[in-house]
Structure formats: structure tokens, C-alpha cells
């Protein structure tokens, strides 16, 4: 037995970065209160210098219907686990992409959330069926999967797994239109759902070519922008969503690691976050297709 999407009013998202400050400030700015936790001070104050970035943006643009400090007024942040979610009615998580780490998270949530609560976990590609397993109630654990950048991506994957009930999927998709996104179900939990399922070979293909120095770097993103039409090309998109989330994202999944990949994460090169990646953000290169 789950909330009703109608009675949810305090959300809980686990992780602070890219994805989880993106999902904190989409969740607060529709209205509801939020607590954004994560294991450091300093992971928080990252990702909260990061809303207050993109507020910031988003009112220059006039695309705010209140000031950024109404909406910051409804976010707190904490380190603390159970601080964060014990009177939450809906829980998102978004730490790292090992299921090892989110089964333990999903665990203690277990121990610490209301009864009553929607376990929800933001992964790109791990199994909902898996992370559930690590609770007592995975009629409760959904997937709920946000794109990056959250404040401009519309869509929400809403994924099933195999003990997920249909009052929990329900409500979440009702949850996700109140925050004024476009929902999607995902009825079979396969690797990497539907749209990383479709954006594995893009992904991946060009990766490959690098490797093997059939292409460069800006031949192929500017093959997809300028040919395709794409509003990024692979490795501009994989500089933005991380390339450590690609990659663990593959060596989960036991598939082998383009090599220029490995080399990037080896280097903790890992993209925008880190100020350089395939392109050089430090330097204000970025990502100029020739
Ligand atoms: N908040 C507020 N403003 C933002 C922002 C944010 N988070 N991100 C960018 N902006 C601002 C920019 O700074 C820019 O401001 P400026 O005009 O003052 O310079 C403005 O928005 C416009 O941005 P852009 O000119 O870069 O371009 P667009 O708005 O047209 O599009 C985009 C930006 C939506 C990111 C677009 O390039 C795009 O769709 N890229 C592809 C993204 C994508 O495919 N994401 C999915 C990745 S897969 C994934 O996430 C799965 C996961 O499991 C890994």
C-alpha cells in the first residue's frame, strides 16, 4: 500500500550530482518540499550552488513564476541518511550507477522510510528487479528515470519491476506529470530500458571508431549535428551526462569498454563536471565541430 500521487508532499532525492541536483530543483520548482542528501558537505554544496546557477538562468529568461529564493526556500539538504527520508513520502535516488551501492541504499531505506512510501530509484540502466530485493517491499520500488540536464529533458521512463505494483507505477506516473514532465512506462525491465536500450549504439559506435582512429572526435559529433540533426553529438553528450556514468554503466552490464573510454576515466577526465573530458571546457574549447 503506497501514497496517493495526490498526497505526496515531501520527496527525499539521494545524491546531489548532475542528476540529482537537476531532479531536486525540477521537484521544488513544481512546488513540493525536498531534501537533497548526499555523503559529503561538499557534494551538497556543489550541487546546490548548481540549482542556484540554473535558477538563476532560468529567471533571467523570465521563465520563472516566483522568485529563485521561493523556490530554494523549499529545499534542505543534509548528509543525513535517515534525517532525509524518515517523513518523506517519496524517495529518488540518484547516487552512482553500482548496484552494489544502491541495494545497500535501498536496504537502509528499508529501515528508515514510512510504510507507506514510494522507493523510486533514478538508475540508467541497473535492474529495478535487483535494487528491489534489497528491501522487505518491492511492491513499493519503481524506477523513475530522468535525462540530463532534468530542468530542460521532458521525458521520465516509469519502469516496472518484476514485484512493482501497479498502485506504486501509477502513482509515480501521476507524480511525474504533477511535476510537469512527460511520463512513460517501462513494462519489462531489461538493460538499459527503452531509451538507453536506443541510445546505446550512438553511444557506443562512434566510441569505438575513436579507438580504432576510423574517426575523430569532431568528425563524428559533427556527422550527427550537422547531418542528422541531433542537438548534441555522442561525445558531446556523453562530456555532459559524464563519461564515469557510461562507463559503469557499461562494466555493470559486462560489456567491454571502448578503450578511448577507459582512458578518459583513467585520467578523471570525465567531462563537463570535471572541466575537461573529450573537449577541453577549462580552456572555453568545448565542443566546436569543425
Ligand atoms: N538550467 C538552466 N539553464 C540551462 C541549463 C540548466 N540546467 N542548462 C543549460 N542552460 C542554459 C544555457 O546556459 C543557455 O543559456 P544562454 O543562452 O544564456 O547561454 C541556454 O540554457 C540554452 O542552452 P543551449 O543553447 O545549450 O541549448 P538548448 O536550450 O537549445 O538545449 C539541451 C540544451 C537541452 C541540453 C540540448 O542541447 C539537448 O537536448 N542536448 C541533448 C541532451 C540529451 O540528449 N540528454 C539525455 C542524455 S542521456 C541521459 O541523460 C541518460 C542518463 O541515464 C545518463
Same mark, same amino acid.
Given at each position: 500500500m ?5 498526497? *505526496? ?6 545524491g546531489?550530482?548532475?542528476? +540529482?541536483? +537537476? *531532479? ?9 518540499? @525536498?531534501? &537533497?542528501?548526499d ?7 556543489d550541487g !546546490?550552488?548548481?540549482?542556484?546557477? =540554473? ?10 513564476? #516566483? =522568485? ?5 526556500d ?5 548528509? %543525513? ?10 524517495? *529518488? ?6 548496484? /552494489? ?17 514510494i ?7 541497473? =535492474? ?13 520500488? @519503481?524506477?523513475?528515470? $530522468? ?6 529533458? /521532458?521525458?521520465?521512463e516509469?519502469? !516496472? ?6 498502485e ?8 511525474v506529470?504533477?511535476? %510537469? ?11 538499459? $530500458?527503452?531509451?538507453? =536500450? @536506443? ?8 566510441a569505438?571508431m ?13 556527422? &550527427? ?6 542537438? &548534441?553529438?555522442? $561525445?558531446?553528450?556523453? /562530456? ?22 577507459? #582512458?578518459?576515466?583513467?585520467?578523471? #577526465? ?8 573529450? !573537449? ?7 565542443? /566546436? !565541430?569543425?
Amino acid at each position: 500500500m503506497v501514497v496517493d500521487a495526490a498526497d *505526496i508532499q515531501r520527496v527525499a532525492v539521494l545524491g546531489a550530482g548532475n542528476m +540529482g541536483h +537537476g *531532479i531536486t530543483e525540477v521537484v521544488a520548482l513544481a512546488g513540493y518540499d @525536498v531534501t &537533497m542528501r548526499d555523503i559529503e558537505q561538499d557534494f551538497i554544496e556543489d550541487g !546546490y550552488e548548481s540549482i542556484e546557477w =540554473s535558477l538563476q538562468k532560468l529567471d533571467e529568461k523570465g521563465r520563472l513564476d #516566483e =522568485s529563485p529564493e521561493d523556490v530554494l526556500d523549499r529545499i534542505d539538504i543534509t548528509t %543525513d541518511l535517515e534525517e532525509a527520508v524518515s517523513d518523506v513520502d517519496l524517495v *529518488i535516488e540518484a547516487a552512482p550507477e553500482q548496484l /552494489d551501492l544502491k541495494r545497500d541504499i535501498f536496504s537502509d531505506l528499508d529501515d528508515y522510510t514510512p510504510a507507506d512510501a514510494i522507493l523510486a530509484s533514478n538508475t540508467s540502466s541497473l =535492474s529495478i528487479t535487483k535494487i528491489a530485493e534489497a528491501t522487505e517491499r518491492p511492491e513499493s520500488v @519503481v524506477g523513475m528515470h $530522468f535525462f540530463n540536464p532534468p530542468v530542460k529533458m /521532458d521525458l521520465v521512463e516509469v519502469i !516496472y519491476g518484476e514485484e512493482t505494483s501497479d498502485e506504486t507505477a501509477e502513482a509515480t506516473y501521476e507524480f511525474v506529470e504533477s511535476i %510537469d514532465k512527460t511520463p512513460i512506462y517501462v513494462r519489462k525491465d531489461v538493460n538499459g $530500458f527503452v531509451v538507453n =536500450s @536506443v541510445l546505446g549504439p550512438f553511444m557506443d559506435e562512434p566510441a569505438w571508431m575513436v579507438s580504432n582512429n576510423e574517426s575523430t572526435i569532431r568528425q563524428a559529433d559533427a556527422a &550527427m549535428v550537422h547531418e542528422r540533426g541531433y542537438p &548534441m553529438g555522442p $561525445f558531446e553528450l556523453a /562530456d555532459l551526462t559524464g563519461i564515469d556514468v557510461g562507463y559503469h554503466v557499461r562494466k555493470e552490464a559486462g560489456k567491454p569498454v571502448p578503450p578511448i573510454m577507459e #582512458e578518459k576515466v583513467e585520467k578523471e #577526465e570525465l567531462g563537463q563536471k570535471t572541466g575537461k573530458g573529450y !573537449y577541453d571546457y577549462e580552456e572555453g574549447e568545448g565542443a /566546436d !565541430y569543425e
